[in-house]
């Protein structure tokens, strides 16, 4: 059980935002496409990072605390997750704030912005 | 390069990505800052679990501390440490965060999927949240849930 420690990690991530999702009505996921488009480059990015500091021993992993799944360059199936699921719970995050608030975020066309607030123009 | 090298050049691309590449302008907004601070807590809390139980370990030679003790966590905070993960993994963090922010609301931006927008909050999450409909309309019920 231990080995699934850091991935017990990333579920506490994702059951902390996943409800933002459904109550918030984030449609986050419904926007699969914005997602990935969104999430992969980054995550691809990072992953470089990951694999020269793995290379470079800026930092290791212990082998009894994650799965043992590692992928060619020595990163971890632990941390190539970390990179897909941090991402979504800030996208989720925001998008949760802008569900509550309603301030701009820089995707509205301006004229659905009033006093820095999206109008509630939700019939586009 | 050292990760505190490439911890600071992660945040100076990231911040170049929203205010010059990309043009998002996230850093200067609101929604940003208080989505980030609610991120900051989360970060603190897991990552401090990922390191203060050395499921990941560093190299002093790498960071501002010193190596991850063999034996016991690292020091919770002090000698390059908050919440017993090295500070870089804050810039780290950030530059994370900004970086799929800033390509999540340029795509909406260029029209991949901007709507539907997120919220209304449904019904019995709404109290005190702003969910009713557009104001000015005095038919309306407070705490409408009617958008679908």
Redesign the interface.
Known sequence: MAHL??LA?LA??LV?TLWLE???????L??L???L???V??AM??IC?DL??IN???????PD??TGIVFPGGIPLDEVLF?LV??L???L????????????????PDEEIVD?V??????? | MTYTQLAVVGVVVAVLADLVLFRTGLLRRRVFWVSYAIVVVFQLLTNGVLTGFGIVRYEGAAILGSTTPADGPPPFIGDGRLAFAPVEDLLFGFALVVLTLVLWVFLGRRGVQRTPYSGPPRRWLAGAARSEPATGDPSSTPGGEGHG
């Open positions: 420690s850091y990690v506490f991530c902390g459904v109550l918030l009505r984030t449609r986050v419904t926007r496409r914005r997602l488009l969104a999430v480059p980054v990015l990072f990072w020269y500091a470079a021993r800026h930092w290791t992993f212990d605390l994650v990179f941090i991402p719970a800030a996208i995050t925001l998008e949760a704030v802008r569900a509550v608030q309603r301030w701009q975020v820089g995707d509205e820095g999206r109008i509630q123009g939700d019939r586009r």
